[in-house]
């Protein structure tokens, strides 16, 4: 006896299916650009005296997001994490950048931010929150962490940590989402990553395995740690390094006071 379900089978495709053929807003106002998100945006950009974090906005910052994409690597260090999923690789037109940012817009569970170097007033790099649409009160993730080389080992990824885990882990009466815990996964090949979760205080819980499968990955992908399913299926896996922040650590385990501090070493946080 067949069992009775009414659910249709969900796409295997772990991102949305976007063509250039779409409309990918180039043109769209910032006050007509729905965000599409489960997790609501701040009412006004987050900010400190040199950083802010403002939703990433086709109109606004597509051309600096396509020349920070579309530039080589570097030969010491090509850093494949740098450019989107699933290429890996920089992007050889601007319509690739406005294709991924729809991708990122279409993903409910997403809410993207521009990173914003407040003195040369230029975009410093991205990173989302990222959540399990049942869980948006809970738990999130911040991922797609990308800091343009240009601002690497500067102010930049201190102050827009700050600002984003605050805005996660504050309670609502802060002006914060209320969430109790905010992961960071990162594949075990990724050794950047991985120190700078360690240096924003996170906590390392381990290896999870088989952590992402997706099946839009190209056989000839960069990123060493995804491999082949062993089912002929054509789908590919990552195991996944997670590390977590609490809502414990944040309120009163003094992680957020040693954040804190250390923004105001490079400037004063402002509320």
């Known amino acids: 006896m067949p069992y009775y379900n009414s659910l249709e089978n969900v796409s295997e495709t772990t991102r949305p299916d976007v063509t250039i053929n779409d409309d990918l807003h180039e043109f769209t106002p910032v006050d007509e650009y729905?965000?599409?998100?489960?997790?609501?945006?701040?009412?006004?950009?987050?900010?400190?005296?040199?950083?802010?974090?403002?939703?990433?906005?086709?109109?606004?910052?597509?051309?600096?997001?396509?020349?920070?994409?579309?530039?080589?690597?570097?030969?010491?260090d090509p850093d494949v994490f740098f450019y989107p999923l699933p290429k890996g690789r920089p992007h050889a037109t601007k319509s690739e950048t406005f294709v991924y940012m729809e991708k990122q817009r279409r993903r409910?569970?997403?809410?993207?931010?521009?990173?914003?170097?407040?003195?040369?007033?230029?975009?410093?790099?991205?990173?989302?929150?990222?959540?399990?649409?049942?869980?948006?009160?809970?738990?999130?993730?911040?991922?797609?962490?990308?800091?343009?080389?240009?601002?690497?080992?500067?102010?930049?990824?201190?102050?827009?940590?700050?600002?984003?885990?605050?805005?996660?882990?504050?309670?609502?009466?802060?002006?914060?989402?209320?969430?109790?815990?905010?992961?960071?996964?990162?594949?075990?090949?990724?050794?950047?990553?991985?120190?700078?979760?360690?240096?924003?205080?996170?906590?390392?819980?381990g290896v999870m395995r088989c952590y992402e499968v997706s099946s839009d990955v190209p056989d000839d992908t960069p990123y060493r740690d995804i491999t082949p399913t062993p089912d002929d299926t054509g789908r590919k896996m990552e195991n996944g390094v997670v590390y977590s922040m609490t809502i414990t650590d944040w309120l009163t385990g003094g992680k957020r006071e040693v954040l804190s501090t250390r923004v105001s070493e490079w400037g004063k946080a402002i509320n």
């Open 108 to 205: 409910s569970n997403l809410l993207t931010f521009a990173v914003v170097d407040l003195a040369s007033n230029e975009l410093a790099g991205i990173m989302s929150l990222g959540c399990d649409p049942l869980q948006a009160t809970l738990d999130v993730k911040l991922i797609g962490v990308k800091i343009f080389p240009k601002f690497r080992s500067t102010h930049v990824f201190i102050h827009a940590s700050f600002l984003i885990l605050s805005y996660a882990l504050n309670p609502k009466v802060e002006g914060g989402l209320g969430v109790v815990r905010v992961g960071w996964r990162t594949p075990p090949g990724n050794i950047q990553s991985q120190r700078a979760a360690e240096k924003l205080g996170f906590t390392r819980e």
């Open 34 to 76: 729905d965000l599409n998100s489960f997790l609501p945006p701040p009412k006004n950009p987050l900010r400190t005296e040199r950083v802010a974090l403002e939703p990433l906005i086709p109109l606004l910052h597509a051309d600096s997001l396509f020349e920070a994409f579309s530039a080589p690597p570097g030969q010491s």
